[in-house]
């Protein structure tokens, strides 16, 4: 019986945790951009302020990066629904 059980687990687990994992991924990547997108409206104020370009780098290197996670993170979502 042990065995069994052991043996539905082992088949049932991979196509439950799989989903999941590319699910958490693109949550993680919509997130990600959400993020990349708070800033703008700060970034387009500070570039009209003629002394806003410390802040309009920050927001600029800011919004950068975090498209960059939510990119990556949607392409590794994307790696993992085709292997």
Known sequence: MLALSRKLL??????????LHIL???????MFLVLAIVPV???YRAYHDPDGLPR?????????LMAMFGISSFLRARKIARS
């Open 10 to 19: 082992h088949h049932v687990l991979p196509g439950v945790v799989r989903p």
């Open 24 to 30: 958490w991924n693109q949550i993680i990547g919509f």
């Open 41 to 43: 409206p700060s970034a």
């Open 56 to 64: 309009l780098i920050m927001a600029v290197l800011f919004s950068g």
